[in-house]
């Protein structure tokens, strides 16, 4: 599976991005997805994650409430809509496929992920 992650870019602070991420291949059903984030001198972080159908959501605490992640499983495609971004959000976002059957442990650790995109660049200026 290849992940291409896109719509990272350069927002001033209160403003909005929304990211795609588009796997290859069938099975896009068949994977929970998630993304993190990683800052220059940082570890990469769990931001968001959504299960196979989309019925359940987890967020991180600094995101939630401004972030919202969705699948459209027939377009192969995940979301993340970023609104109220904030200068410390600045970081490249990644986008990653789960195929575990732990998920709802497993979520916030980047290891258990399967596939990784290539990441985007999110720059929030103040």
């Known amino acids: 599976v290849q992940l291409q992650a896109s719509g990272g870019g350069l927002v001033q602070a209160g403003g909005s991005l929304r990211l795609s991420c588009a796997p290859s291949g069938r099975t896009f059903s068949s994977y929970a997805m998630g993304w993190f984030r990683q800052a220059p001198g940082k570890e990469r972080e769990f931001v968001a994650t959504?299960?196979?159908?989309?019925?359940?959501?987890y967020y991180a605490d600094s995101v939630k409430g401004r972030f919202t992640i969705s699948r459209d499983n027939a377009k192969n495609t995940v979301y993340l809509q970023m609104n109220s971004l904030k200068p410390e959000d600045a970081a490249v976002y990644y986008c990653?496929?789960?195929?575990?059957?732990?998920?709802?442990?497993?979520?916030?650790?980047?290891?258990?992920?399967?596939?990784w995109g290539q990441g985007t660049q999110v720059t929030v200026s103040s």
């Open positions: 990653a496929a789960y195929r575990g059957v732990d998920y709802h442990s497993d979520y916030v650790r980047a290891v258990r992920y399967d596939y």
């Open positions: 959504i299960s196979r159908s989309g019925g359940t959501t």
